[in-house]
């Protein structure tokens, strides 16, 4: 097998870090981005040693003029990115009235902006080379409204729309384009998001192995849509029969039963 190089966003923690030490393990170089630098450092030590280069670049994504930095310091290095992995997210919850605005332009910028530029930076040399993959992390939140969560929601609904355009735009140029969907995960979202206390949130959660395995999985196999387990699949297949006015309601009690 070819030995590409993974950039993978959001890799000190949760998904990430997994993608990171599963792409490593099929024998792929990683760059590994997020805020905390040392996290990445640990991990890239971690990854190194099997024998696989591991390149940490600290960045907030959320900040203007961040993508092209990062692709700036990706060329310096002399780097050509195969795979990427756009995973770094964010999620905020509670009334859109009692929120920090600019909390919510934040998850904007990080959700939706920065996976655009990204994804806009390298699918011209993954198109001319007629090779490349790219993994963009939705939810199922992307399937239905999120009433309490209403900015999160839409952020996964524009990335898993994004996604599917593009698998199309590229289909028959060797460059695969996959949404990743996953339900309640176990990883430091809930926390972040305000929700970890939930005792639904932790029986209703998966763990982050069996996601990435799927996400990978769905790549390999150049799957425009992967929903992460069989009931999550179920479900988002299911809000499709329902009236919109139903389907909102449901997840506004789902959202309140995460909140816990
Ligand atoms: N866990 C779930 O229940 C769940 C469900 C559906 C979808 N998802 C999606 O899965 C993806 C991964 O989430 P996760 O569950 O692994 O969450 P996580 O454990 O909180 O990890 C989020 C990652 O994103 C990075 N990040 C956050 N803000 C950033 C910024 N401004 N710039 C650069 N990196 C930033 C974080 O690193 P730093 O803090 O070091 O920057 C961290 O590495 C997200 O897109 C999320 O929306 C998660």
Not at 44 to 65: E, Q, Y
Not at 96 to 113: E, T, Y
Request: hydrophobic share 50%.
């Amino acid at each position: 097998m070819a030995r590409d190089t993974w950039l993978i966003t959001g890799a000190s923690a949760g998904l990430g870090a997994l993608f990171a030490e599963r792409a490593a393990a099929a024998g792929n170089d990683v760059i590994l981005v997020a805020r905390r630098a040392e996290r990445l450092e640990a991990l890239a030590t971690r990854i190194a040693s099997t024998g696989v280069s591991a390149h940490v670049i600290a960045c907030d994504l959320g900040a203007a003029g961040s993508v092209p930095e990062l692709m700036r310091e990706i060329a310096a290095r002399g780097l050509t990115v195969n795979t990427l992995a756009n995973n770094a997210g964010l999620g905020v919850r509670g009334a859109l009235s009692d929120s920090d605005g600019a909390v919510q332009a934040a998850m904007i910028d990080l959700n939706c902006r920065a996976l655009v530029e990204l994804t806009h930076a390298v699918l011209p040399g993954m198109v001319a080379k007629r090779r490349g993959g790219i993994l963009n992390i939705a939810s199922t939140a992307a399937f239905q409204p999120g009433p309490g969560m209403a900015v999160y929601y839409a952020t996964k609904a524009f990335v898993l729309s994004f996604s599917e355009a593009l698998h199309e735009e590229v289909r028959g140029q060797g460059v695969r384009v996959t949404a990743l969907c996953p339900g309640p995960t176990r990883t430091e979202f809930a926390g972040i998001a305000g929700m970890g206390s939930s005792g639904f949130f932790e029986k209703n959660a998966a763990d982050a192995e069996t996601v990435v395995r799927d996400g990978m999985a769905a790549l390999a196999q150049g799957r425009a849509i992967k929903v992460a387990g069989a009931r999550n699949a179920a479900m988002a297949g299911s809000v499709r029969l329902l009236p919109r006015g139903v389907a909102r309601r449901i997840s506004a009690h789902v959202q309140r039963l995460l909140a816990g």
